[in-house]
């Protein structure tokens, strides 16, 4: 299980606007990785919004914010252009990056027990350590929280 102090996990993921996404791209810059479940459902999409309305405020702390799920990249197109996202979305069709930052689990709904992303996030700092992790994310006011963590840091 990764913490904070870790080395974060390198990946290379094929990302929206047929962008190639990895984290050792963006140094020396602060990264907000966000493990979501599925594209266009209502908790991902408000968590979308909320890290989109603030992005201006995420650029002026050198932070960037990306978001990683199992959908395609095509998909993550699509999400992006119906809600007019200004995030950046990574796809882990494999789960490869999930299963290294340990949000690739068991979940149990309804009686039914299956693998999926649980909903977490990470901070990164500009030498590519994890400097805070929120797991279990609950959405309403985790953006802001988050940017006020990459101020501080």
Do not use: Q
């Amino acid at each position: 299980m990764l913490k904070p102090g870790d080395k974060a996990p390198d990946f290379t993921l094929h990302g929206n606007g047929d962008a190639t996404v990895s984290l050792a791209g963006f140094a020396p810059k602060k990264v907000v990785l966000y493990f979501y479940p599925k594209d266009d459902t209502p908790g991902c999409t408000t968590e979308a919004l909320d890290f989109t309305r603030l992005m201006d405020e995420f650029d002026a702390a050198g932070t960037v914010v990306v978001g990683i799920s199992k959908d395609s990249a095509k998909k993550h197109d699509k999400f992006c252009a119906k809600h007019g996202l200004g995030v950046i979305l990574a796809s882990d069709e494999n789960s490869d990056t999930c299963e290294r930052y340990g949000v690739w689990v068991e979940k149990n709904m309804y009686g039914r027990t299956y693998m999926g992303i649980e909903r977490a996030t990470f901070l990164i700092d500009g030498t590519g350590h994890i400097a805070r992790i929120w797991p279990k994310v609950k959405v309403n006011g985790h953006a802001a929280e988050v940017l006020d963590a990459a101020r501080a840091l």
